[in-house]
């Protein structure tokens, strides 16, 4: 087991107003965790310090080829005041599979919950309590030789940095509009789509500012081989209500597997609504929304939550799904999704974890 030394700040921060809207990522609290790794010692000095400035060589590894992963989980606080966590173990696991992909070290899975758990709680009077509002944490590693060979790093950092944030989108649970990218690629199968990973953020910009440029929230992304079979969108999985059935793309190498994804699909399963996860081409949604069985579409995501889609635009075509408002699913979905994580519905999955 972890131990972790806790250094508390001596010049604690503000907290943010009630009325802040805490847009996403802007602010950070008083407190981060740290971890090293060398190959004689493995992750060793696990500690909770002052938020602070890092400060690395110049010529250190991460900066010269994108050697980095990073997680995404958030905190929320319930109405008697427990803090709790959302399916932790799920990011831990994630996190090592983005690890070996990248031929960085591997963390224990218990090592990295009781990580989150120890900083989360340091910094318990950051989560926030208004409605749609929690504590994102953002996990890191990155790689730390100073050497410019191209090679794995021998020496890493883990790092731990919590944000108390409202909605991802500023459209909040308004649907969202989605451009469909059939001029760049993301990821293919065998490359790193599936891992979580800088790259392939930086591969999704030139796209994300095109679309954001023409008015559009988001970029949806075509696999990268036949340029139709439909992946995910920039920070979130994509779901689609056909004729009663919600499908999701099937996780092909190149997808993102999100926990919230899994979330959604689990639900389906306990409530019995047909789900399938399956390789959908752009043609057939195009089909589906001409002859009327487009009932929804929606995101998922850790950030995103649950983000209901209103419009889709694929080249000269717009389809406007559900006449652009949140569908009935997805209303329920972000309502039991977020009722659980918050302590207001029973947790019968037993995804919720007290810090
Ligand atoms: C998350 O949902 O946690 C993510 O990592 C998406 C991020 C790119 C904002």
């Not at 907290?15 to 060793?44: A, E, V």
């Not at 994509?238 to 009663?244: L, M, P, T, V």
């Not at 209103?310 to 039991?336: A, P």
Request: hydrophobic share 35%; glycine share 8%; aromatic share 10%.
């Amino acid at each position: 087991m972890i131990n972790i030394r806790i250094e508390k700040t001596a010049t604690p921060k503000t907290l943010p107003s009630q009325d802040n809207p805490l847009n996403f990522g802007t602010i950070f609290t008083d407190h981060m965790f740290i971890m090293n790794y060398d190959p004689q010692n493995g992750w060793n000095d696990a500690r909770v310090v002052p938020y602070e400035k890092i400060c690395l060589e110049p010529s250190s590894m991460v900066f010269h080829y994108g050697q980095e992963m990073f997680e995404g989980l958030k905190a929320y606080k319930t109405g008697d005041e427990r803090i709790l966590l959302f399916r932790p173990e799920k990011n831990a696991q994630r996190a090592n599979n983005t690890n070996k992909r990248l031929c960085i070290p591997e963390i224990p899975v218990e090592d990295f919950v009781e990580a989150v758990k120890t900083l989360v709680k340091t910094d318990e009077k950051w989560v926030p309590t208004k409605e749609g509002t929690s504590l994102y944490i953002r996990p890191f590693i990155i790689a730390t030789d100073p050497f410019l060979g191209v090679r794995p790093s021998d020496t890493y950092m883990f790092i731990i940095i919590l944000s108390p944030v409202g909605a991802y989108y500023p459209e909040g649970l308004n649907p969202v509009r989605i451009w469909i990218e059939d001029e760049y690629v993301r990821a293919v199968k065998g490359g790193i789509g599936e891992t979580k990973t800088g790259g392939n953020y930086v591969a999704s910009m030139k796209s994300q500012v095109k679309a954001h440029d023409a008015g559009y929230s988001q970029v949806l992304w075509l696999d990268g081989v036949h340029r139709k079979y439909i992946e995910e969108v920039g920070a979130m999985n994509i779901f689609f209500k056909i004729n009663g059935e919600v499908v999701t793309p099937a996780l092909s190498g190149s997808i993102l597997p999100g926990v919230t994804r899994d979330t959604v699909l689990e639900l389906c399963k306990a409530w019995g609504v047909p789900a399938s996860e399956k390789r959908i081409s752009i043609d057939e949604i195009y089909e589906a929304y001409e002859n009327g069985t487009l009932e929804e579409v929606f995101g998922t995501g850790t950030a995103a939550v649950i983000s209901p889609v209103g419009e889709l635009k694929w080249g000269d075509k717009t389809l406007i799904v559900n006449d652009g408002k949140i569908g009935d699913f997805s209303r329920k979905f972000y309502d039991t999704v977020t009722g659980i994580q918050l302590g207001n519905i029973k947790d019968e999955f037993g995804w919720t974890v007290e810090v």
